[in-house]
Each structure stands twice: as C-alpha cells, then as structure tokens.
C-alpha cells in the first residue's frame, strides 16, 4: 500500500529556533496534508496542499509539495513552546474514485521546544 | 458542541468484553470516518459514511468490528469480544462533503485499553 516517511522522528530544539521536516512517498500524491496533534486530541489541519511546487503559508508555518508529487515539507519559524506535538503529513489512499477523507498518515514527527 | 464529540473519552474493557465508541459528527457533515491510532503511530484508516451508506469499510481488522450511522448523523464503532491488539486511539471525522478542498475535522478520540 501507500506509505508516507516522515524524517526526523523526533526534533529537541530550543525556543526561537526555525524546523523543517519531511515527508517522503514511493507514490504520487495529488494532495498533501500537515496536521499536529497534541497529547490527548485529535489531529488538527494545518495546511493542505493541492497543486505540484505550490508553497502555502499559515503563520509561522510553511509547506511546499514537492515537484514529484511524492515528497512535502513543513517549516516552523521562531517556534514557540506550543509549538510542541506531534506533526503528520497525510494524503488520501489511491487518489482517484476514492473518498478524500480516506487518508493514509506517515508515522509523525515529536516536537520538542526547550524554553 | 461546535467540534466533533466522541464518547466515551476513555474506556478500559477485560478482554472478550463487547464495547461501543459513539461519535457525535458536526451538524450537517455528511462524510464520516473512523480511524484507529496505535500508541506511536499515525492513524489508520477503518471505515467511511456517507450519510447512512458505508461506502468503505476496508480498513476495518477483523470481523470484529463493526460501525453503523443509522439516521446519517450520530455513528457507532462496535468491538466484539475485545482483544488485547484492539488497544488503541479510536478517531472519528466528519467533513461536510467528499470532496477535494473540503476540510476533515477529527475528534478528541476515545481511548480504549483492553486488559
């Protein structure tokens, strides 16, 4: 089946400081999704993208869909402590003739902000 | 509420126990759906409604699970004779339509320890 890679698996880092991670596929994607869930909710969307080399921003984040349609990233600037959570990119299953809530999730990345 | 509600929030069940997770969907979705998170994991697809229809229910483990959406509003996922594997996050979602750009909301989930 489809499977999403995120990279890194886990981020310390100290308040301020810029992050970025990654999100990598063996198939092509027509849409990407960051969500960040926090300890005892559910995932939150951040950003969806929709169109190949498109750049979207939402505050003090963006994302890019890669040119292959098979890798996104994500990027924090100056984060702050409720920064801290898990990050997942998703996509749905076998695009086309399919739900598009039907979605497939990589593994995450644990953020970690040091005040 | 404005969000999606699940109940109950947590829930401990001996194992061979049945259990039910009820998912109230925001007013006028129409797409539901039901994941289920692994400790460490992303969430994985189970099943999806649209309206009362199941159109998909792929995901579902075993014939021990069931889900049903009556009246094409509140869902149930049923566990039979719960197993110790069945430990897990259970996530409902709902969006107003299936269709690409339509967001999906998650709830908080309703965490299940069989023992």
């Known amino acids: 089946g489809q499977q999403l890679n995120q990279s890194p698996q886990s981020m310390f880092i100290q308040e301020g400081e810029d992050v970025s991670m990654n999100c990598t596929s063996s198939?092509?994607?027509?849409?990407w999704l960051w969500y960040k869930q926090d300890p005892g909710e559910g995932p939150v969307l951040l950003i969806a993208?929709?169109?190949?080399?498109e750049l979207t921003s939402n505050g003090r984040l963006t994302a890019q869909f890669g040119i292959t349609r098979k890798d996104s990233f994500l990027n924090i600037s100056a984060s702050i402590p409720s920064d801290v959570g898990i990050y997942f990119c998703?996509?749905?299953?076998?695009?086309?003739?399919?739900?598009?809530?039907?979605?497939?999730f990589g593994q995450g990345t644990i953020l970690t902000v040091h005040p | 509420g404005a969000g999606v509600s699940q109940s109950p929030r947590y829930k401990v069940a001996k194992r061979g126990q049945d259990v039910a997770l009820r998912c109230d969907p925001i007013?006028?979705?129409?797409?539901l759906f039901w994941y289920q998170q692994a400790l460490g994991q992303g969430p994985e697809f189970l099943t999806y409604?649209?309206?009362?229809?199941?159109?998909?229910k792929s995901g579902l483990p075993s014939d021990r699970f069931f889900a049903e959406r009556p009246e094409g509003s509140v869902s149930t996922l049923k566990i039979q004779r719960t197993q110790q594997e069945d430990s897990a996050v259970y996530l409902c979602?709902?969006?107003?339509?299936?269709?690409?750009?339509?967001?999906?909301?998650f709830g908080e989930g309703s965490w299940l320890t069989v023992v």
């Open positions: 007013s006028g979705h129409v797409s």
């Open positions: 998703a996509g749905p299953i076998n695009a086309g003739g399919t739900s598009y809530g039907k979605l497939t």
């Open positions: 993208l929709y169109k190949a080399g």
């Open positions: 979602a709902s969006s107003l339509s299936d269709f690409s750009g339509n967001t999906i909301y």
């Open positions: 409604f649209q309206n009362e229809a199941q159109l998909d």
């Open positions: 198939s092509i994607f027509n849409t």
